[in-house]
């Protein structure tokens, strides 16, 4: 039995998986979606960011999100850092744009995306198992898949792997790589009946530190609070082995008190489940006819609800990738090497912030947070360099603030920050005192900064274009223009001299930089460090 080829599989029909097909079929792609499940199912994972508000406005779901509901989830409330009382966070202290996520029932949110794939003209088939992504010479070529108990294999030109934790591709290709840092286990259940945190904050996310490691309280607009408990991976196996997954749940409960307390008048209507050992990562995630994307290529610890919010990424990244190699297989390559960046350099911001967030919690002696403070320690990067590079490029996420203002942060990373915004306030006052006055000063690129080509992400697929890279830092695109200014750098020209350089490099599009363009974007690369000193002629 075979079914007509596609142009792109893509295998799941979760966050990531409809993403990606929105994403391409609005490509003018053909595209097949394979679901093992029939929607709407369970999930786990209600707790949603605000930057993936403007994906989902893009996708053309946020409407129906909007309308299905939800709770406005404004912050998190939690019991971390030095104090044992509750404190708060909101978004709109970092996100005036989307001060707000949503609290959201998976399986009505995941249904919400899958349907809208479906009004973008993506062939969704649900009960549909894919068994095997198939390869010819080393490029995947299409799927194997089961329906109904009837095998048939299905070719497209390209495969995109949404199989969740599944990790179809990764398996089979022996890709995936645990991550030791975050070797924990999870159970979690539904509540009725709980009590809510105080007005402001009842619809924020709860989360506890306590002896054996941290609990969520999730409020959602069914009426159901979904209560989770975050452990030791070994603590959490043994005491399952012991008591059965019933009384290893009870006993976290038991431990926890804030969590406890809430729940006190509560009834649990569904659960506990366990997931253990969900942390790793892809060595690759792009290859000849296929892409990851989502939790088939990583999951990092859940502690800052990012899971949602990387597939929703990893989808619309991962669409741009398979439609620049479908239309350009020369840049299949490189735009592989750049989708990985981009997907990663994500991944490892949010890895990085929960490891100093785990780091800092001073609220419980025990074994579990004494080994990950140790673990901390000993993995952590320069702190100084671990905080550019977590910040450096991003819009404020609002975390990194938070473990230093509530956490006991170890003293050299709370140093290394503090000289990081010293450094850029220092910068700033210097570039507005110095005005135009600046174009007789000699800039002098930071060791190791350079421009380079490479593909960027453009509207909907990569593209040629410039980037600035520097030792620690995400590369940064940016016009021809600007990068003909880092090119004109030579550590001992004026930047007068310097933009008459840089016009001659551009040129026809060169004398947009003549005057204050040139003089402001000289300001900015010095204000982020791109060039590390403006010296007097």
């Given at each position: 039995?075979?079914?007509?080829?596609?142009?792109?599989?893509?295998?799941?029909?979760?966050?990531?998986?409809?993403?990606?097909?929105?994403?391409?079929?609005?490509?003018?792609?053909?595209?097949?979606?394979?679901?093992?499940?029939?929607?709407?199912?369970?999930?786990?994972?209600?707790?949603?960011?605000?930057?993936?508000?403007?994906?989902?406005?893009?996708?053309?779901?946020?409407?129906?999100?909007?309308?299905?509901?939800?709770?406005?989830?404004?912050?998190?409330?939690?019991?971390?850092?030095?104090?044992?009382?509750?404190?708060?966070?909101?978004?709109?202290?970092?996100?005036?744009?989307?001060?707000?996520?949503?609290?959201?029932?998976?399986?009505?949110?995941?249904?919400?995306?899958?349907?809208?794939?479906?009004?973008?003209?993506?062939?969704?088939?649900?009960?549909?198992?894919?068994?095997?992504?198939?390869?010819?010479?080393?490029?995947?070529?299409?799927?194997?898949?089961?329906?109904?108990?009837?095998?048939?294999?299905?070719?497209?030109?390209?495969?995109?792997?949404?199989?969740?934790?599944?990790?179809?591709?990764?398996?089979?290709?022996?890709?995936?790589?645990?991550?030791?840092?975050?070797?924990?286990?999870?159970?979690?259940?539904?509540?009725?009946?709980?009590?809510?945190?105080?007005?402001?904050?009842?619809?924020?996310?709860?989360?506890?530190?306590?002896?054996?490691?941290?609990?969520?309280?999730?409020?959602?607009?069914?009426?159901?609070?979904?209560?989770?408990?975050?452990?030791?991976?070994?603590?959490?196996?043994?005491?399952?082995?012991?008591?059965?997954?019933?009384?290893?749940?009870?006993?976290?409960?038991?431990?926890?008190?804030?969590?406890?307390?809430?729940?006190?008048?509560?009834?649990?209507?569904?659960?506990?489940?366990?997931?253990?050992?969900?942390?790793?990562?892809?060595?690759?995630?792009?290859?000849?006819?296929?892409?990851?994307?989502?939790?088939?290529?990583?999951?990092?610890?859940?502690?800052?609800?990012?899971?949602?919010?990387?597939?929703?990424?990893?989808?619309?990244?991962?669409?741009?990738?398979?439609?620049?190699?479908?239309?350009?297989?020369?840049?299949?390559?490189?735009?592989?090497?750049?989708?990985?960046?981009?997907?990663?350099?994500?991944?490892?911001?949010?890895?990085?912030?929960?490891?100093?967030?785990?780091?800092?919690?001073?609220?419980?002696?025990?074994?579990?947070?004494?080994?990950?403070?140790?673990?901390?320690?000993?993995?952590?990067?320069?702190?100084?360099?671990?905080?550019?590079?977590?910040?450096?490029?991003?819009?404020?996420?609002?975390?990194?603030r938070i473990v230093l203002e509530r956490g006991q942060a170890p003293e050299d990373v709370a140093d290394g920050v503090r000289l990081v915004e010293e450094e850029r306030a220092q910068r700033r006052a210097e570039v507005l005192a110095q005005g135009i006055r600046?174009?007789?000063?000699?800039?002098?690129?930071?060791?190791?900064?350079?421009?380079?080509?490479?593909?960027?992400?453009?509207?909907?697929?990569?593209?040629?274009?410039?980037?600035?890279?520097?030792?620690?830092?995400?590369?940064?695109?940016?016009?021809?223009?600007?990068?003909?200014?880092?090119?004109?750098?030579?550590?001992?020209?004026?930047?007068?001299?310097?933009?008459?350089?840089?016009?001659?490099?551009?040129?026809?599009?060169?004398?947009?930089?003549?005057?204050?363009?040139?003089?402001?974007?000289?300001?900015?690369?010095?204000?982020?460090?791109?060039?590390?000193?403006?010296?007097?002629?």
């Amino acid at each position: 039995m075979s079914t007509p080829a596609a142009d792109v599989i893509v295998v799941g029909g979760g966050p990531g998986g409809s993403t990606a097909a929105t994403m391409l079929a609005g490509k003018g792609w053909k595209v097949v979606l394979f679901e093992r499940e029939t929607f709407p199912r369970s999930h786990i994972g209600e707790s949603l960011l605000p930057a993936s508000l403007p994906i989902l406005e893009e996708l053309g779901a946020l409407p129906a999100v909007q309308e299905a509901g939800f709770l406005k989830k404004w912050g998190a409330t939690m019991v971390w850092g030095r104090e044992r009382e509750p404190w708060s966070w909101h978004f709109r202290e970092t996100n005036e744009r989307n001060p707000h996520a949503y609290q959201v029932w998976r399986p009505e949110f995941d249904k919400i995306l899958l349907d809208n794939s479906r009004a973008h003209g993506v062939d969704v088939r649900e009960r549909h198992r894919v068994l095997e992504v198939l390869f010819d010479e080393g490029r995947a070529t299409g799927v194997r898949v089961e329906h109904e108990g009837v095998q048939s294999t299905v070719r497209a030109r390209f495969v995109v792997d949404a199989s969740g934790q599944e990790g179809l591709l990764g398996r089979a290709l022996r890709l995936r790589e645990p991550d030791e840092q975050f070797r924990n286990l999870a159970m979690f259940a539904y509540f009725t009946g709980a009590e809510k945190l105080p007005s402001p904050d009842e619809t924020n996310i709860f989360i506890e530190s306590y002896e054996h490691g941290w609990t969520w309280v999730i409020p959602l607009h069914t009426g159901w609070t979904s209560v989770g408990f975050v452990v030791d991976s070994k603590h959490g196996q043994e005491t399952v082995a012991r008591l059965g997954l019933e009384g290893a749940y009870a006993t976290q409960l038991a431990a926890s008190g804030h969590t406890a307390r809430m729940l006190r008048d509560a009834t649990r209507v569904e659960g506990p489940t366990v997931i253990r050992d969900w942390s790793y990562v892809s060595r690759e995630v792009a290859g000849d006819g296929y892409v990851l994307v989502g939790d088939a290529a990583c999951f990092i610890d859940p502690l800052f609800s990012t899971g949602v919010h990387l597939a929703l990424s990893a989808g619309v990244l991962g669409a741009a990738y398979v439609t620049t190699a479908l239309k350009d297989p020369d840049m299949r390559v490189p735009a592989g090497r750049v989708y990985k960046d981009l997907y990663y350099h994500q991944y490892h911001l949010f890895r990085e912030l929960a490891q100093l967030f785990y780091a800092s919690n001073r609220t419980v002696d025990s074994y579990f947070w004494e080994a990950r403070r140790i673990i901390g320690a000993v993995e952590s990067m320069s702190p100084r360099a671990a905080f550019v590079r977590a910040a450096a490029g991003q819009p404020p996420q609002g975390y990194e603030r938070i473990v230093l203002e509530r956490g006991q942060a170890p003293e050299d990373v709370a140093d290394g920050v503090r000289l990081v915004e010293e450094e850029r306030a220092q910068r700033r006052a210097e570039v507005l005192a110095q005005g135009i006055r600046m174009a007789g000063r000699v800039p002098v690129l930071t060791p190791g900064a350079a421009t380079e080509r490479k593909p960027i992400l453009g509207e909907g697929e990569f593209v040629w274009g410039h980037v600035i890279s520097a030792p620690g830092r995400p590369d940064v695109p940016v016009s021809r223009a600007v990068a003909a200014l880092v090119e004109a750098i030579d550590g001992t020209s004026a930047v007068r001299d310097v933009v008459e350089r840089a016009v001659a490099i551009c040129g026809p599009s060169g004398p947009r930089l003549v005057g204050f363009p040139a003089l402001e974007a000289i300001g900015i690369l010095y204000i982020d460090g791109v060039i590390s000193e403006l010296r007097s002629l």
